[in-house]
């Protein structure tokens, strides 16, 4: 099963090099354990100048208005502008607990450094992509 999720990570100002981030909550309220993977879709001028990174259990950390995932091991992805990139393989994560299962995920949005400044004052819309396979033993 995939299923779109879309949500803010709304910084005020992302400057070249500079990082956003936040932390989505998996949930499982269906019957079965599953195991899950994550990609990204982007649109918009600035998604192709963004890498994002997903990493789970992580947290956000902050220091001034850059906000960065820590905490765990970050799986990257350019992001495309038409096709999925994997951030996550499928089935990698888990297995989150049937009916009541909850785990961290942790994306964090990146601004290329060698961002021209045509980007300025444009957007990005990222859709994270979750891939969700039955899994045994949770």
């Known amino acids: 099963m995939t299923q779109p999720y879309e949500f803010a990570l709304a910084p005020t100002a992302l400057l070249p090099g500079n990082s956003t981030a936040a932390v ?3 949930q499982n309220r269906g ?3 599953f ?4 990609s990204v879709v982007g649109s918009g001028s600035l998604s192709s100048a963004l890498s994002v990174s997903a ?4 947290a956000v950390s902050t220091n001034g208005s850059d906000k960065t ?3 765990g091991t970050a799986q990257t992805a350019l992001v495309p502008s038409a096709t999925s990139a994997v951030m996550v393989p499928n089935a990698s994560v888990g297995p989150v607990a049937a009916t009541t299962g909850n785990v961290n995920l942790c994306i964090q ?3 290329s450094s060698d961002a021209v400044t045509t980007l300025q004052g ?3 819309n990222l859709t994270l992509l979750f891939t969700a396979t ?3 033993g949770a």
């Open 31 to 33: 019957s079965l354990p």
């Open 55 to 58: 990493m789970p259990s992580g």
């Open 24 to 26: 989505i909550a998996v």
């Open 69 to 71: 995932c820590t905490g």
């Open 134 to 136: 039955g899994a045994t």
């Open 109 to 111: 949005a990146t601004l």
């Open 122 to 124: 444009t957007q990005a």
């Open 35 to 38: 195991r899950y993977g994550v």
